[in-house]
């Protein structure tokens, strides 16, 4: 172990923290480094410095600070009874690392996660020792991510908050049951109750920064969390059920969804099967849709079939298409809420549809102007020199609309 | 026709001063060419023509998204961007709210404009390497960049604000940008051969682009569409998507059928015990409480409220259930509704601390909407099940007096339905103790109008006075 080098190290804790879908670097308060001795800035919109060929982006520096955990996560490719090989970095190796790669423009900052070694309070003093090396010695102004251990030392995690732009804990499994199953070590009451602390800590300091502007910030960027979908049971219904009471109990920034991926030294209790990249998706359209488009559960559960969203076709247009009676709806004359429920029409597009009506009645041609793809959308609306008649009524609308059903190819 | 020249391509102060100038006469725009580059018998009347400016016959006024949406426009590529732009500016004059109207032909196609640009711009923040010489004093980063616009002015002021203790240069074949830790200067375009050709870090670089790839994810599309080609020839990581992509069906199929490989080692380690001996009945009951399920909502709610207060309390004070405050803050009565209670014991003259104060179901019960919980009141079954830890907890206090706090408090205690206008005067509780009864306070914020407010928070002072009375102090 002694003589790993720093590429080696850096290789198996990146490849150890890639199963965590959080890349987000926005949303954090304004800053930059004018005036200060070391680096860094954000501006409220996140930058993605690369994409890898899996079509995520790289925009923090997402590594562990080490591998080695005693808890036995069936999912986890870290888990204790996992035979990858273990290595770890110390905080000022990480700090080193997040400047070196920060200073050439690889990255936006770190998102610092670990397996648990010791004990709780001595991981999270390990990560929030990080953080501070970056934030009080090298005066870093970039983007910080922590991922907050549940049940370590409160004071702990208020230091992380302190310090970080984000913290996050994962719930990994939508259900107590499958955490019970697959996580035994961990506790859903407890993640709950370590989101609870951080929802109050940030609404404290929102609070008293409206009466003192020095008031030290707190995870300005919020908190988010992530739950793996496909290693155990759950249907999507159940998915998107635990997803809304978290948006809603702890005020999270978002919930990221992860398809779970084969990993290399696999448990034997899980799937060895091709990460359910399609229903991931789907899953995040729903959540789009009841966080941005004004859906709720209800409405996504029209179109399920046995707790789970169609595949085929986004869950937007399986309801519209159980939904025709509300449709066409008249673009020079609908409401805003209508419009966006339309299948194909997006907030931006919805927006520059609502004052563009103010200058004249829209034809069909001008929604087309405003959005992607007018044939999707067609069915479902009227405009000045547009009406779909029969159209929105046709039993095979679904097949029009649909993308056609393809081999899926193996060459490359 | 007017033929007007521009200094250089991106020369908006020279648009903008000409435009105006062109406007102030009345110069249609069908009527106007733009040139980049000054024709030779025009230098000297420009000069002399500055130095005369006579002031616009007419006040000129564009909406100020007009003249930031202009200085972007005016980076792109586009030969006719000046003319589109003092088209706009034209017709700015007799519509002012134009440029609300997307479907315009002329807005449609600022706004192209503009969305390339900005673009461009974000993909130039984000695809920059920068690359380290070392010089004697210190080390400069130096990077090229060759962005689809002539954006480099637009962009370097990120750079700056971002790396103010650094010193840099980003070379491209338009512009490049040095900063010098004082100011940003700009100079005329160079070439890559200009710029270093390497950096140790980039193997470091590879190595985590390598590392954070997942094999059993291939989207190639997705990748492609947010890091188009054009900008793989001088990113230091792109020579590694082709062989990646490669063997990325291999190493997961190789995942998905390898067996799992015996465990070597067992795992064993030892975790701090969290259970101490209870110091009390009270603190075991609640721990116990703190993982009931029972209900079908548990598993919802963050935690258990459970009761608080001194356990030789002589009144005790029930409520209806935890509301989303209480929730995660793990607190009886800290929410709004908490706030109402609180001014009431104070002006009834009761103090928090003596009191035991408890609900009667102790798990949040919600509906999720949005970024909010809606309460949704416990039902009978809810209220059922829960009275096996109120129970527990009244047979430890022992209170002299209890008072419950609207219908699901009296339901509770009671054990049946009873009005709470009948409880006010007096009930027995299941176990035979004595209660009161009383309006929740939350029904004081459920009021409409202050007088009806001021009516209802009364009536729970009196109540709470009354219960005072009646619960001499322990």
Not at chain 2, 164 to 177: E, K, Q, Y
Request: net charge positive.
């Amino acid at each position: 172990m002694a003589s790993i080098t720093r590429l080696q190290k850096l290789e198996i804790l990146a490849d150890a923290a890639k199963y965590d879908a959080s890349c987000s670097s926005s949303g954090s308060t304004k800053r930059d480094s004018r005036g200060g001795k070391g680096m860094g800035s954000s501006e409220g919109m996140g930058i993605c410095h690369a994409y890898t060929p899996d079509g995520r982006c790289i925009s923090l520096l997402k590594v562990l600070m080490t591998n080695v955990c005693m808890f036995d996560c069936r999912f986890c490719v870290n888990r204790s009874s996992s035979n990858v090989q273990r290595a770890r970095f110390t905080p000022d190796e990480l700090a080193t690392l997040t400047t070196d790669f920060y200073k050439r423009n690889y990255i936006e900052g770190l998102f610092l996660s670990s397996g648990i070694i010791r004990s709780p309070d001595y991981t999270m003093e390990q990560l929030v020792e990080t953080a501070r090396i970056l934030r009080h010695k090298l005066d870093f102004r970039g983007y910080i991510h922590l991922k907050t251990i549940p049940d370590a030392d409160p004071e702990l995690i208020a230091e992380a908050g302190r310090l970080a732009d984000r913290v996050s804990i994962n719930v990994e499994l939508p259900t107590r049951e499958g955490l019970a199953k697959f996580a035994p070590e961990k506790d859903d009451k407890r993640i709950k109750s370590a989101m609870a602390v951080t929802r109050s800590q940030i609404a404290q300091w929102k609070d008293e920064r409206k009466k003192f502007k020095s008031t030290p910030r707190f995870a300005p960027a919020g908190q988010s969390t992530q739950m793996i979908v496909g290693a155990d049971g759950s249907k999507d219904a159940q998915i998107l059920r635990s997803s809304a009471d978290l948006y809603g109990s702890y005020k999270l920034k978002r919930v990221y969804y992860s398809a779970f991926s084969p990993i290399p030294d696999a448990s034997k209790d899980l799937p060895p099967t091709r990460p359910p990249l399609m229903r991931e998706h789907r899953i995040y359209q729903a959540d789009w849709l009841w966080r941005f488009y004004g859906f709720d559960l209800e409405d996504l559960s029209h179109s399920m079939k046995g707790g789970m969203l169609p595949l085929d076709i986004d869950p937007k247009l399986a309801w519209a298409l159980n939904q025709r009676a509300q449709f066409p709806v008249d673009v020079n004359k609908a409401p805003k809420e209508m419009l966006l429920r339309v299948p194909g029409l997006g907030t931006t597009s919805v927006g520059k549809i609502v004052s563009a009506r103010r200058h004249g009645r829209l034809r069909l041609e001008h929604v087309g102007r405003l959005c992607r793809n007018i044939k999707k959308i067609r069915p479902f609306i009227e405009a000045a020199d547009w009406r779909p008649t029969a159209l929105t009524d046709r039993s095979d609308l679904r097949d029009m609309l649909a993308p056609p059903a393809k081999q899926l190819s193996l060459a490359l | 026709m007017q033929i007007t020249h521009l200094d250089h391509e991106t020369d908006f102060d020279g648009w903008r001063d000409q435009a105006r100038d062109l406007l102030s006469k009345g110069v249609r725009p069908e009527d106007t060419v733009w040139r980049v580059g000054k024709a030779e018998t025009d230098l000297f009347d420009r000069l002399t023509g500055k130095v005369d400016a006579i002031p616009p016959v007419k006040q000129i006024t564009v909406p100020r998204s007009f003249l930031s949406n202009a200085q972007m426009a005016i980076c792109h590529r586009d030969p006719a961007r000046f003319d589109l732009l003092y088209r706009l500016l034209w017709r700015l004059q007799a519509t002012p709210g134009l440029l609300a109207n997307a479907v315009d032909n002329d807005v449609y196609r600022l706004n192209a404009l503009t969305k390339a640009i900005r673009r461009d711009r974000h993909k130039m923040h984000a695809f920059v390497r920068f690359r380290e010489v070392i010089g004697e004093d210190e080390e400069t980063f130096i990077a090229w960049f060759e962005p689809e616009h002539r954006i480099t002015e637009l962009a370097a002021p990120f750079f700056m604000r971002r790396f103010a203790n650094m010193r840099w240069s980003i070379l491209t074949p338009d512009r490049c940008a040095h900063w010098d830790k004082k100011s940003l200067t700009f100079t005329d375009g160079a070439t890559a051969s200009q710029a270093p050709q390497e950096d140790e870090l980039e193997d470091l670089w590879r190595g985590y682009y390598r590392s954070i790839f997942n094999p059993a994810r291939l989207k190639i599309k997705a990748m492609t569409s947010e890091m188009p080609k054009k900008y793989w020839k001088n990113l230091p990581e792109a020579d590694l998507i082709e062989p990646l992509i490669a063997s990325a069906r291999a190493l997961e199929t190789q995942m998905v059928e390898a067996a799992p490989t015996p465990v070597k080692r067992a795992a064993s380690y030892e975790f701090a015990d969290l259970d101490t001996a209870p110091a009390d009945a009270i603190k075991a009951l609640r721990r116990e409480a703190a993982s009931c399920a029972r209900c079908d909502h548990a598993c919802h709610a963050t935690q258990t409220v459970f009761g608080e207060g001194p356990t030789n309390a002589s009144l005790m004070i029930v409520g209806e259930q935890p509301g989303d405050l209480e929730d995660i803050a793990g607190r009886p009565f800290v929410g709004p509704a908490g706030e109402i209670f609180d001014a009431a014991l104070a002006d009834a003259g009761l103090m928090r601390d003596e009191i035991y104060l408890t609900n009667a179901v102790k798990h949040f019960r919600f509906t999720p909407k949005g970024k909010t919980r809606l309460h949704q009141p416990p039902r009978v079954a809810h209220i059922d099940h829960c009275r096996w830890w109120l129970k527990a907890e009244r047979a430890l206090v022992q209170p002299r007096l209890t008072l419950a706090m609207g219908a699901t408090a009296i339901r509770a205690l009671h054990g049946k339905p009873l009005k709470v206008a009948e409880a006010r005067r007096g009930f027995e509780c299941f176990d035979g103790g004595d209660a009161l009864a009383s309006l929740h306070p939350a029904a004081v914020l459920r009021q409409t109008t202050q007088a009806n407010r001021d009516a209802c928070y009364r009536s729970l002072v009196e109540d709470l006075s009354r219960a005072k009375q009646h619960a001499p102090a322990a």
